[in-house]
């Protein structure tokens, strides 16, 4: 579970992700914990679309999610949790919903979420997000195009694993009305999902387990067709 490509080691430029109002917004509510109460490869996809939210210096920061991998417990070789519980691992055998964070490399954090009920290991890797805007007050694009990336622009450290994504504290998953912003003819057809083997491991590689949307610019890695 050691993503290799859509990671960058230089700093970002100074621009922000969008700064949203000071309190989570009315119509934003963290997804329940029953959400993750499913096996990996379900939950992935219909993370899709969902919003990250991150609480710093009091704003909120957020993206939108365009890019996951599900990771499959211990029938995976991929997967952190494939040997059993360690003192590292041990949020992917807790609750579902829970953050996941790791270093890789000495130098790159990732963001996972855990999945199943406890004692069940399992796990969503975020690969990338989309900024809600663009303007002033908007990152580029692709400034969370990778999960290294992700975890820089939105100030995501070790000190946030074990946290709760299911209440409304630092980090937290949430919907909103997407896709219904969309064009009237995308919101018919829905938004297309595509996947593809998992990229930048060595074992397990050929597992149909990564999950993204083609139209968006941030995806961070290859797009298949």
């Known amino acids: ?17 969008l700064i949203m ?11 329940p914990r029953v959400f993750f109460e499913r096996p990996p490869l379900e939950v992935a996809p219909d993370l899709l679309g969902k919003l990250l939210l991150r609480r710093w210096r009091g704003a909120w920061l957020a993206g939108r999610i365009v890019e996951v991998e599900a990771y499959l417990g211990r029938e995976d ?9 360690t003192p590292r691992n041990r949020v992917l055998f807790g609750p579902a919903g829970h953050a996941y964070v790791y270093l890789i490399y000495g130098l790159h954090t990732c963001l996972n979420v855990s999945i199943q009920p406890a004692g069940n290991a399992g796990c969503v890797l975020f690969r ?12 580029p ?5 990778g999960p290294g990336r992700l975890t820089r622009t939105l100030h995501i450290g070790r000190a946030l694993n074990g946290c709760d994504l299911t209440r409304p504290g630092r980090l937290c998953l949430a919907a909103d009305d997407w896709p219904c912003g969309l ?7 829905g938004p297309e999902i595509r996947v593809s083997r998992r990229i930048g491991i060595t074992r397990a590689r050929a597992l149909p387990a990564r999950f993204f949307l083609p139209a ?4 961070s890695g290859p797009r298949p067709l």
């Open 21 to 31: 109002h000071r309190l989570l917004p009315s119509n934003l509510a963290p997804l």
């Open 141 to 145: 694009l692709r400034a969370m195009s």
């Open 1 to 17: 579970m050691s993503p290799r490509r859509g990671i960058s080691a230089e700093p970002l430029l100074a621009a922000p992700v």
């Open 128 to 139: 990338a997000l989309e900024p809600l805007a663009a303007g002033a007050a908007a990152s």
């Open 77 to 85: 070789p991929a997967a952190h949790a494939w040997r059993g519980p």
């Open 216 to 219: 968006s610019p941030a995806v």
């Open 183 to 189: 064009p009237a003819r995308a919101r018919r057809a």
